[in-house]
């Protein structure tokens, strides 16, 4: 239900941004929300975006990381910029369809998850 791309490699201090499409229009969706997971680490929460287009932006990343959608695209974007090696990492998106409960930047409010997309940041 959910797809992600616009992965790929870039050089330090370089931009990309990231796409998730959905499966219904995202306003449908309570919250919606990416994450990133580093080799050997956990997954870590990095934005949210709710319903009412309220956003949530993990402080590791606040200021360099903007989160939108577009209900008429069905898709959910996560705009990177200033990245660092250590942004490297397969990044996800994530819905909470309804009834999601905990931090918004948790992994355990959502339920439904896409396949990930590779970003690594080289020096």
């Known amino acids: 239900q959910l797809v992600e791309s616009g992965g790929g490699s870039v050089q330090a201090g370089g931009s990309l941004r990231l796409s998730c499409t959905t499966a219904?229009?995202?306003?449908?969706?309570?919250?919606l929300g990416w994450f990133r997971q580093a080799p050997g680490k956990e997954r870590q929460g990095v934005a949210a975006i709710a319903w009412n287009e309220t956003t949530t932006y993990a402080d590791s990343v606040k200021g360099r990381v903007f989160i939108s959608k577009d209900n008429a695209k069905n898709t959910l974007y996560l705009q990177r910029n200033s990245l660092e090696p250590e942004d490297t990492a397969i990044y996800y998106c994530a819905a909470d369809v309804g009834g999601g409960s905990g931090p918004v930047l948790g992994t355990g409010r959502y339920d439904s998850w896409g396949q990930g997309t590779q970003v690594t940041v080289t020096p």
């Open positions: 219904a229009a995202t306003y449908t969706y309570t919250y």
